[in-house]
């Protein structure tokens, strides 16, 4: 289990800070009973996802699961479909693997590592079904900017590493953010949108508390669906 000291230092500019957070007693019993079959240790090389679940099926990559609300919901709805998420935030491994333990999922699989260090150097060229990257922290002050997920050339690997006919999928309550999005996205030829400009919310996606909430409140919600187009490209340059 990694701790906020030993995420190695590098020397980009992350779109995260490690915070503090406290911890039921059910997420400390979830992470020491259930985090060595369903916590994966960062490694510098390319996963064996079919050694790792145990069979050969699509696999869908989910950047910062929170508190993995949705992806509980989504791979208890998909159970033909594989989910590796990944989370920097204790807490929220913690939460993720009680919903695991409750829900009896076989098909989830977590690392707490820098989405980015994983998708590099654990997920090969063309191997993703679908990509989510759900309420992204959106950085609003403008200095902090540069920290966002959804920029190039992030986009650019994040393409690379779906197989030509996946999808990505990102969603926002943003505006700002949904704006920078669709921008980035449009412009990344290895990518075309599914829809004209913003999407429909796929029914997959669960309706969150928080974005419940947020809809009384006449605040939006964006989703983007776009899907990987060309051949797999091995390097990202
Ligand atoms: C605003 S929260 C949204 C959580 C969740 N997707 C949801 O919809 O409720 C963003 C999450 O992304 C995580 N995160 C941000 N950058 C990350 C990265 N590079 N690697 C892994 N997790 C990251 C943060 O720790 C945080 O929990």
């Known amino acids: 289990m990694n701790t906020p000291d030993s995420f190695p230092r590098r020397r980009s500019i992350r779109s995260f800070v490690v915070r503090a957070g406290r911890m039921g007693p059910g997420q ?94 654990m997920i090969a060229p063309g191997s993703l079904a679908g990509v989510h990257v759900f309420f992204p922290d959106p950085w609003h002050k403008k200095r902090h900017n540069k920290r966002r997920l959804i920029q190039e050339p992030f986009v650019g690997l994040l393409a690379s590493r779906i197989a030509p006919g996946g999808t990505l999928h990102c969603a926002t309550d943003w505006q700002p953010y949904a704006e920078q999005m669709l921008q980035v996205l449009s412009a990344q030829p290895l990518l075309a949108n599914t829809a004209e400009g913003y999407s429909p919310k796929p029914g997959y996606r669960p309706l969150t508390k928080f974005e419940n909430r947020g809809l009384k409140l006449g605040h939006g919600v964006w989703d983007l669906v776009f899907q990987r187009i060309g051949e797999v490209v091995c390097t990202v340059g």
């Open 28 to 121: 400390v019993r979830a992470i020491e009973e259930l985090a060595p079959r369903f916590v994966l240790p960062f490694q510098d090389r390319p996963l064996d996802t079919a050694a790792v679940f145990g069979r050969v099926a699509p696999v869908v990559f989910e950047i910062g699961f929170g508190m993995g609300d949705a992806t509980a919901a989504i791979a208890e709805a998909m159970p033909d479909t594989d989910f590796i998420g990944v989370e920097v935030h204790t807490p929220g491994v913690g939460a993720l693997l009680k919903k695991i333990g409750e829900k009896g999922l076989a098909n989830v699989r977590i690392v707490q590592h820098d989405a980015v260090e994983v998708l590099e150097q």
